[in-house]
């Protein structure tokens, strides 16, 4: 059977989500801003406040394809060595640039990149491959029972997350909401929602939910009476932009998503070449040993923040994402072929799946 070309405005969705990581990482990652009330200032704040959207953004547009295909171990197995290729090697680069001089800590995390919060959304997706077929038997309840669960399950993640004042993070809440977003995808494709209204509304929905949040935004960074509504703006606002799990967060991500997958489809051979490397853009940009050097040593943040003119930050967005995937090209074509046609990974693929197997799944 010929391979499907995949819907090129997924793809771009894909692409756009990783360029709003990319710039967010570099103005959060770069040090403390100090806002000057600049036209600047509220442009930059703009385009890098909606990363933590874009893992949103992100994960539905991986689950999408995820939910159409069988659990294979070769498939999870790609995937944590992908991760572990870039970290270890970046990792070792690191030390021989620094001359040993890193975190112990980072340092670690490079070589065991499941440990911590390093490249935490690779860990949480891994795991979610691993509990894939799980997930599938759910899917596999009656209607009615499966639409009850998913809808308690979204609730008690995101508005319980909405309502809390603490932002609960880490592993296990990563790898529960990746799961809940799997059975919701994976409803809307056994049962595709029948929405008569015109689906453009889902485009102005995102768009006006992100510029309010936004808009709010730019009011804490100007502002200087620090009254009781500052407050709980300044609070509630970094709250829904910083967790991916509260309402306002999800909903903007899901409106953006549904409204693209229900465009007219289109194929562009340098778009999905492009989205290929996705992936390991985000990998390669988050090794934590790495992207201090990145944001500090390459890119001259020091400069940078004094000015932080948001068309360096678009520049930079690009740049990291263009080299990054051209990084990626010689690992896709030649090194993890060799590495997955391997007798080690082959043996280890084997009692992979005699384990899935043996329990029956």
Same mark, same amino acid.
């Given at each position: 059977?010929?391979?499907?070309?995949?819907?090129?405005?997924?793809?771009?969705? #894909?692409?756009?989500?990783?360029?709003?990581?990319?710039?967010?990482?570099?103005?959060?990652? +770069?040090? &403390?801003?100090?806002?000057?009330?600049?036209?600047?200032?509220?442009?930059?704040?703009?385009?890098?406040?909606?990363?933590?959207?874009?893992?949103?953004?992100?994960?539905?547009?991986?689950?999408?394809?995820?939910?159409?295909?069988?659990? +294979?171990?070769?498939?999870?197995?790609?995937?944590?060595?992908?991760?572990?290729?870039?970290?270890?090697?970046?990792?070792?680069?690191?030390?021989?640039?620094?001359?040993?001089?890193?975190?112990?800590?980072?340092?670690?995390?490079?070589?065991?990149?499941?440990?911590?919060?390093?490249?935490?959304?690779? +860990?949480?997706?891994?795991?979610?491959?691993?509990?894939?077929?799980?997930? &599938?038997?759910?899917?596999? %309840?009656?209607?009615?029972?499966?639409?009850?669960?998913?809808?308690?399950?979204?609730?008690?993640?995101?508005?319980?997350?909405?309502?809390?004042? &603490?932002?609960?993070?880490?592993?296990?809440?990563?790898?529960?909401?990746?799961?809940?977003?799997?059975?919701?995808?994976?409803?809307?494709?056994?049962?595709?929602?029948?929405?008569?209204?015109?689906?453009?509304?889902?485009?102005?929905?995102?768009?006006?939910?992100?510029?309010?949040?936004?808009?709010?935004h730019c009011y804490i960074a100007v502002t200087d009476d620090k009254n009781v509504?500052?407050?709980?703006?300044? #609070?509630a606002v970094g709250f829904y932009q910083g967790d991916i799990k509260t309402v306002?967060?999800?909903?903007?991500?899901?409106?953006?998503?549904?409204?693209?997958?229900?465009?007219?489809?289109?194929?562009?051979?340098?778009?999905?070449?492009?989205?290929?490397?996705?992936?390991?853009?985000?990998?390669?940009?988050?090794?934590?040993?790495?992207?201090?050097?990145? %944001?500090?040593?390459?890119?001259?943040?020091?400069?940078?923040?004094?000015?932080?003119?948001?068309?360096?930050?678009?520049?930079?967005?690009?740049?990291?994402?263009?080299?990054? +995937?051209?990084?990626?090209?010689?690992?896709?074509?030649?090194?993890?072929?060799?590495?997955?046609?391997?007798?080690?990974?082959?043996?280890?693929?084997?009692?992979?799946?005699?384990?899935?197997?043996?329990?029956?799944?």
């Amino acid at each position: 059977m010929a391979k499907t070309e995949r819907n090129s405005n997924i793809e771009l969705l #894909r692409i756009f989500s990783m360029f709003a990581i990319i710039c967010g990482h570099f103005v959060g990652q +770069s040090g &403390d801003l100090t806002f000057n009330n600049s036209v600047n200032d509220f442009f930059l704040i703009f385009i890098s406040s909606g990363s933590r959207i874009a893992v949103n953004v992100f994960l539905l547009v991986g689950v999408w394809f995820m939910v159409d295909t069988k659990f +294979s171990s070769k498939r999870v197995l790609k995937l944590y060595l992908q991760v572990y290729f870039y970290t270890s090697i970046i990792t070792i680069v690191m030390l021989v640039v620094t001359k040993a001089d890193l975190p112990i800590k980072e340092t670690i995390y490079g070589f065991v990149p499941l440990l911590g919060r390093c490249v935490w959304f690779a +860990s949480a997706y891994i795991f979610l491959l691993l509990f894939k077929p799980f997930l &599938d038997k759910i899917l596999n %309840w009656e209607k009615k029972e499966l639409f009850i669960f998913i809808t308690m399950f979204l609730f008690l993640m995101s508005f319980v997350s909405t309502i809390l004042s &603490d932002n609960a993070t880490g592993f296990l809440c990563d790898t529960i909401w990746f799961g809940a977003i799997y059975l919701l995808i994976g409803f809307i494709k056994k049962y595709p929602p029948n929405i008569k209204i015109n689906k453009n509304i889902f485009q102005i929905l995102a768009a006006g939910g992100y510029s309010v949040l936004e808009i709010i935004h730019c009011y804490i960074a100007v502002t200087d009476d620090k009254n009781v509504i500052y407050k709980i703006l300044d #609070r509630a606002v970094g709250f829904y932009q910083g967790d991916i799990k509260t309402v306002p967060n999800f909903i903007i991500a899901f409106c953006l998503f549904y409204w693209v997958i229900n465009l007219p489809e289109k194929h562009n051979k340098v778009i999905n070449a492009l989205s290929m490397s996705t992936f390991s853009v985000y990998i390669i940009h988050q090794v934590p040993v790495f992207y201090p050097f990145l %944001w500090t040593n390459i890119f001259m943040a020091e400069k940078w923040l004094p000015q932080h003119n948001f068309l360096y930050a678009i520049f930079v967005t690009i740049t990291v994402f263009l080299a990054c +995937s051209v990084i990626d090209i010689p690992r896709r074509k030649w090194i993890e072929p060799a590495v997955m046609n391997s007798k080690a990974v082959k043996w280890v693929e084997s009692k992979m799946d005699n384990v899935f197997e043996n329990i029956n799944i």
